[in-house]
């Protein structure tokens, strides 16, 4: 048989394993397209390896063999011609795509997040946080003295909140909910989201200063009429008052220790009724294929925080003051662990 008409099924698993090992290389190889912005370069039409090559100011060969091992993979496509083409796959890494990864594509791979995943060793061995023992401070102290690097890692934000903003707004009713509140909320990509399909609903963004500093969402969105910005520290309080509490991507930062105080202080200013919606990665009780475990590691790596069972998410919102109800699932690697203030 031809090897290259080889079924996965028929492919030997010495081959898998291997091919699996050598995955990080098809995540760097990813990640240079995105930085190289190919898929931009392709929007209008086919190209060359070598043209591609000349708008991204890169090695033509070196560019050639990138886009063969890329397309291999489904991301791009290579006609009789020698051109390559998007794929519905490198769609999404185009800067212009309404749901555009580039920007975490981008990020996954940068010096910040490959450095400390190569030391996974260290973290598995010790319980430390990798970040933290190849930076020598935590994650979020460090983007705040390297800007650049801060920067990506909005850019990266920005993308994921983008898809699971229209995802958590059409998955939840938001219908009862007067005002809305997005604690940690970033530049208020989810929360225009939801007052966007929520046109009766007022939205409060809390976050610190320099972050919020930057909160031209609502604006964009159409929304800013209707949205308030708070600045604060959730480990300090969150004077806020709201219907609904969204935290996207909070939690998993933190340790249960930590988690409890964020949790508790949002707790502390809810009525009694209200509602707090984490928007989680939620690890399965069966381990079936899902990027939870994935996403697990590079916690691990990353901070002192963890991806969680529903099991171990309700434990956190009993610890702090509230009372788990539900999982709801989305149209996105998110899904919504649901709480109600007691």
Not at 40 to 53: F, P, Q
Not at 120 to 141: A, M, Y
Not at 150 to 177: H, N, P, Q, R
Request: aromatic fraction near 6%; proline fraction near 5%.
């Amino acid at each position: 048989m031809n090897p290259a008409q080889t079924t996965r099924e028929e492919i030997p698993p010495q081959a898998v394993i291997i091919q699996m090992a050598f995955g990080y290389v098809l995540s760097q190889a990813l990640s240079v397209a995105a930085r190289l912005r190919v898929a931009d370069i392709l929007a209008d039409g086919a190209k060359t390896a070598d043209e591609i090559a000349s708008d991204a100011g890169a090695h033509g060969p070196s560019v050639f063999r990138m886009m063969r091992a890329l397309a291999k993979a489904g991301i791009f496509v290579r006609d009789e011609g020698g051109r390559w083409s998007n794929t519905v796959l490198s769609e999404y890494l185009r800067s212009d795509h309404p749901d555009s990864m580039r920007g975490m594509v981008h990020m996954i791979c940068d010096r910040e997040h490959w450095i400390p995943q190569g030391d996974l060793e260290h973290s598995v061995r010790t319980g430390e946080c990798g970040f933290q023992h190849t930076f020598g401070k935590p994650i979020f102290d460090y983007f705040g003295e390297h800007p650049e690097a801060a920067a990506i890692f909005d850019e990266a934000m920005t993308s994921l909140s983008t898809t699971v903003g229209k995802a958590v707004a059409e998955a939840y009713d938001f219908s009862g909910a007067a005002t809305v509140a997005d604690v940690g909320g970033g530049h208020g990509i989810l929360l225009s989201s939801v007052l966007k399909a929520n046109p009766e609903a007022n939205g409060i963004l809390f976050d610190q200063p320099h972050v919020v500093a930057g909160a031209s969402v609502p604006k964009r969105e159409g929304v800013a009429e209707r949205t308030r910005i708070v600045e604060g520290d959730f480990f300090t309080e969150v004077p806020v008052e709201a219907d609904v509490y969204l935290m996207k991507h909070i939690i998993h930062d933190w340790n249960d220790e930590e988690s409890v105080s964020i949790l508790s202080n949002v707790a502390a200013s809810a009525k009694p009724g209200s509602k707090v919606l984490l928007v989680e990665s939620i690890v399965e009780d069966e381990d079936v294929p899902s990027l939870s475990g994935i996403m697990d590691l590079n916690m691990l790596a990353m901070t002192s925080g963890r991806e969680r069972t529903a099991g171990e998410y309700a434990d956190l919102l009993q610890r702090s003051g509230w009372e788990f109800r539900r999982v709801i699932p989305t149209h996105s690697p998110m899904q919504i662990v649901e709480a109600v203030r007691r």
